[in-house]
Every structure is written in C-alpha cells, then in structure tokens.
C-alpha cells in the first residue's frame, strides 16, 4: 500500500513562496496515477489546490501554482507563489486514482502538513 | 464555476440509517465520491463512483446518485461513524462540497 508523507517549513512569510515536497513509498510514482494537493483552512472544508500529469489546477489559485514529479526521488512537490494569510491551512498530498481519461479520485492521503502564512 | 452544497451538520442516533445529501446541477451525469475526515485526521476514501465500496470499508457505508443529488447512507450508524463527510466531483477541475459533520446521539 502506498504511503505518502508532506515535507516543508511550517512557516512562510507574507509574498512569498511555499514549496512542499510529497515523499512516496510503498509505489512507483511513474506508475498510472495522478498525484495531486489537497488543502484545509483551520477549521474549514477541503479545497483541492491541483494535480500532477493532466496540468489541471484549482482555477482560482492556477495563476501561482506548479506541481511538479520527481521520478528519481519518487516525489511530488507543490509550489505555491505570492502567498498570503488566506493560504494557511493544512496541506495533504494524496494519490489520484484515474476512473476516465484524467480525471480521479483520492484513494491514498498523507497526514497532513500545517503550513502557516506570517510575518 | 461548479458547486456542491451539502448540509452543514445532520444528527442520528445509535443503530439508526444517517442520510448526508450532496447537490449539484446534473450531478447524476458525473460520478460522486465520498470522504470521511475525523478530528485530527486525514479524509479517507470511502465512496467512490457512486455506489463502490474500497477495501477495508465497513458494508454499513453505500451511496447513490440520481439527477441532481447524491446522497451517502450509513446504516446501523455507530459512535465510530462521528466525523465530518465530503462529497467530490469532477468539472473540468474537482470540486469539494462543503462538508457534512454527522453527530451520533
């Protein structure tokens, strides 16, 4: 079974940029699935932030996101550019399941990474 | 863009069949998946396509989707079923509905 685990600073400063790294184990990260980020503001609903392979991407956050795979390292990473208070949350990679062409479910989640926004 | 909306908190009590709702417009004509959070945890998978059940998860759970709502059932519902409930689809990006908290009393 796979297991995933988010890696990263649990504080970045107002403008500027947060990367988050997604350590997979137990699978191959080449194999077919999507791997993607999930977010949650303190004491909110789930937000998907985008998506690995298909470039599909929360709209309202696309202009300053990259998700990118490293194959070498079987990892993904997130970065998220220009950021401000209202980007703190918990931050979940989670693998994506394809059921039709690229579109997926989440069917594997890491626990969690509490990223906050402040000077 | 695309919305789900579910309600925000349903109630059942022990042993009874909770219902959780998810709207959209023509949701029926895309699959449903649904995710159980608990407190401190992360969600976990336990509808998806609709109707399907993943390894490991209890027969108690099963799901529907039919014009413009889905809807999760939890029969027999026990105090280990407390935990917020997340329905997700796919248009053109995926979309979260807001989250249901179900409280077993």
Redesign the interface.
Known sequence: QAQLQESGPGLVKPSETLSLTCIVSGYSISSDYYWGWIRQPPGKGLEWVGGSGSAYYNPSLKSRVTISVDTSKNQFSLKLRSVTATDTAVYYCARGHPYSGSYYYFDQWGQGALISVSS | ?YELTQPPSVSVSPGQTASISCSGDELGNK?A?W?Q?KPGQ????VI??DTKR?SGISERFSGSNSGNTATLTISGTQPMDEA?Y?C?A?E????????TKLTVL
């Open positions: 863009s699959y998946f995710y959070q992360s969600p976990v998978l998806y396509q993943p917020d997340y997700q796919w053109n990006s995926v979309v979260f509905g807001g989250g």
